[in-house]
């Protein structure tokens, strides 16, 4: 496969393992909440590890990987958009505009999740990194914090549920199986690419 003419490696050992590790990582701490702290809390922390060293990697890594290849302009991903609505989307070797806003949107919401969680296990467990900074309204904190966590939680989820679709609309657009690329890191080089 990787002598194929048509192929070049695009996504990366670590961009692959980072991504399927992160989906298996998220997915654990949603379904399993608070009814197995220890799994959720083992699967939260996880997902913040992977997110910093993603944002390492966004900086130093291989070149569709790094940040600068995938940061556009508002008005180049509303015009990706528009395409991709009309089935006319341009096609890109790394990530599209889209993508790339979905990227930086998902690291976010990410971040904001497993500190708010990391808090909230420290008012309500009196445990973690936070357990002693709550000393005084743990009740209160607890359940502040454990609102927020929710909320981008549940706004991580959907996050995801539009970038599948984003994935699967590209896919059909451009006639090329992205999951199976993300898996193998190879795309094919063919014209009509950015």
Known sequence: MLNHPNLVKVWDPFVRVFHWTL???????????????????????TVLVLILLRIIWGLIGTRHAR??????????????????????????????????????LMIISLLITSFTGIAVYGAEEHAGPMAGWFSQNHEFWGEAFEEVHEFFANFTLLLV???????????MIHKENLVKAMITGMKSSDTDTH
């Open 23 to 45: 989906v298996l990582s998220f997915m654990i701490a949603f379904i399993v909440e608070e009814d197995y702290l220890a799994i959720h809390t083992f699967a939260g922390y």
């Open 67 to 104: 940040f600068s290849d995938f940061i556009y302009s508002t008005e180049t991903i509303k015009q990706f958009i528009k395409d991709t609505l009309s089935f006319k989307a341009k096609r890109y070797l790394g990530h599209n505009p889209a993508g790339g806003a979905m990227i930086l």
């Open 161 to 171: 549920l539009i970038h599948v679709a984003g994935v699967i609309i590209e896919s």
